[in-house]
């Protein structure tokens, strides 16, 4: 069974940092594109960051951009995303997500086929 398993979240002040990570078990995903994506309270879950098969090439959505930096260790089949100087409005629940197939990475929730439970971010002001 194939699972992706967060870790990390939790409660911090705002410009504080976490460091979420992203286990997978039952497959490997070192081939394929893993990204992140919150939703906040009220809202629709969306795009955070994502990485490339190999880690070389990463997107961010604008808002998360400098403060953000989302990596990976194929060998550990492991995926992080470091936040920096968090803001109130970061506050979420932050999942993981991996294709089945594609090592490129994409925005769209459609492209992903393996999502965690998520792990909640309270960022107070």
């Known amino acids: 069974q194939v699972q992706l398993v967060e870790s990390g979240g939790g409660l911090v002040q705002a410009g504080g940092s976490l460091r979420l990570s992203c286990a997978a078990s039952g497959r490997t995903f070192s081939g394929n594109a893993m990204g992140w994506f919150r939703q906040g309270p009220g809202k629709e879950r969306e795009f955070v960051a994502a990485?490339?098969?190999?880690?070389?090439?990463?997107d961010y959505t604008n808002s998360v951009k400098g403060r953000f930096t989302i990596s990976r260790d194929n060998a550990k089949d492991t995926v992080y995303l470091q936040m920096n100087s968090l803001k109130p409005e970061d506050t979420a629940v932050y999942y993981c997500?991996?294709?089945?197939?594609?090592?490129?990475?994409?925005?769209?929730?459609?492209?992903?086929?393996?999502w965690g439970q998520g792990t909640q971010v309270t960022v107070s002001s």
């Open positions: 997500a991996a294709s089945a197939s594609s090592g490129m990475t994409a925005r769209s929730k459609n492209a992903y086929d393996y």
């Open positions: 990485i490339n098969w190999s880690g070389v090439n990463t």
